[in-house]
């Protein structure tokens, strides 16, 4: 997985996001197991301890659990994974959306201009 962190969120949120994304895309499918705490932390480049508390807000949120000696996995449950992949897909729509606001385009302009590079891409 690609870790995507920056300076604008504390690291353990990111990380939050960061597997999330890796669940609605698919990456982590239904019961797939996670690697550990400690490989997550070495390939993040952040301290383990980090990890653990993202990986126990994804457990809170319903997103993964825990089995005692096997280690975590991603839920079954399709109804969360398609909640977490509605709510990520939002997410990046708002900020297109205020991002194109910010240049100045209006909402006809901004459907205008999606669906001109949608048809352009199914040709």
């Known amino acids: 997985m690609e870790w995507r962190l920056d300076g604008e969120a504390p690291i ?15 990456l982590y499918g239904p019961g797939d197991r996670l690697p550990t705490v400690r490989d997550m932390a070495v390939e993040a480049g952040v301290n383990p301890n ?11 949120e319903g997103l993964v659990y825990s089995q005692r000696t096997s280690g975590r996995f991603v839920t079954e449950d399709a109804s969360a994974v398609a909640a977490v992949r509605k709510e990520l897909a939002e997410a990046k729509t708002r900020a297109y959306l205020e991002a194109m606001a910010d240049l100045g385009y209006s909402r006809e302009e901004i459907v205008s201009m999606v669906d001109g590079k949608s048809k352009k891409e199914e040709n």
């Open 50 to 60: 980090t990890v653990q508390r993202a990986l126990a807000e994804l457990e809170r």
């Open 12 to 26: 353990w949120a990111q990380l939050v996001e960061n597997v999330k994304r890796g669940i609605a895309s698919g």
